[in-house]
């Protein structure tokens, strides 16, 4: 079985679109700042956004480990069980970070913006998704998944400013 990272680094299309509007982009993978999970697990950066936040692979394995979120402002979030999960969500609801309630009908006022700048988002969405191997589920279930990811997350999945191991301000309470 092929991993999703080589599914994503041979699939032009979903590389496109994972970058915008997903703000996703695996050669984005350097983290600003000296980091550590308060556990002691390893921290493996694979990716980043346009705003200089990172996406981290957390303890040992492979793409089914943690996903944990650190934006350049000091804030982070646990967003997704594995790579497949951090996909679903930000093909589903590129516009996460944007969402404060989490509810559907939020969601849909923000998917608005996006839509009015590219129409053809719901087909270029399916086409990634299928290039990738992924069914995507609806917004509700997505969101209600990100909230209960982030907020279940545990003291493991804390991250720290290593220098002077001070935490992160949570990105979802």
Same mark, same amino acid.
């Given at each position: 079985?092929?991993?999703?990272?080589?599914?994503? /680094?041979?699939?032009?299309?979903? %590389?496109?679109?994972?970058?915008?509007? $997903?703000?996703?982009?695996?050669?984005?993978?350097?983290?600003?700042?000296?980091?550590?999970?308060?556990?002691?697990?390893?921290?493996?950066?694979?990716? $980043?956004?346009?705003?200089?936040?990172?996406?981290?692979?957390?303890?040992?394995?492979?793409?089914?480990? =943690?996903?944990?979120?650190?934006?350049?402002?000091?804030? #982070? #979030? !646990?967003?997704?069980?594995?790579?497949?999960?951090?996909?679903?969500?930000? !093909?589903?609801?590129?516009?996460?970070?944007?969402? &404060?309630?989490?509810?559907?009908?939020?969601?849909?006022? !923000? #998917? &608005?913006?996006?839509?009015?700048?590219?129409?053809? +988002? =719901? &087909?270029?969405?399916? /086409?990634? %998704?299928?290039?990738? $191997?992924?069914?995507?589920?609806?917004?509700?279930?997505?969101? %209600?998944?990100? &909230?209960?990811?982030?907020?279940?997350?545990?003291?493991?999945?804390? +991250?720290?400013? %290593?220098?002077?191991?001070? =935490?992160?301000? =949570?990105?979802?309470?």
């Amino acid at each position: 079985m092929r991993s999703l990272i080589a599914a994503l /680094r041979a699939d032009d299309e979903a %590389a496109r679109f994972l970058s915008w509007p $997903g703000d996703f982009e695996l050669d984005r993978a350097d983290h600003v700042e000296e980091v550590r999970l308060a556990s002691g697990a390893e921290l493996e950066a694979f990716g $980043g956004d346009g705003a200089g936040g990172t996406f981290f692979f957390c303890g040992d394995g492979g793409e089914e480990r =943690p996903v944990l979120y650190a934006d350049s402002e000091g804030g #982070a #979030a !646990l967003v997704a069980i594995g790579l497949a999960e951090l996909l679903r969500l930000l !093909l589903t609801v590129p516009w996460w970070r944007d969402c &404060q309630d989490f509810t559907v009908s939020e969601s849909r006022e !923000l #998917a &608005q913006e996006y839509l009015e700048d590219m129409p053809d +988002l =719901p &087909q270029r969405r399916e /086409r990634a %998704a299928a290039a990738l $191997g992924l069914v995507l589920p609806g917004e509700a279930e997505v969101l %209600a998944r990100l &909230q209960q990811v982030a907020r279940g997350a545990g003291d493991d999945y804390v +991250l720290l400013y %290593a220098p002077e191991n001070e =935490p992160y301000t =949570p990105l979802i309470i």
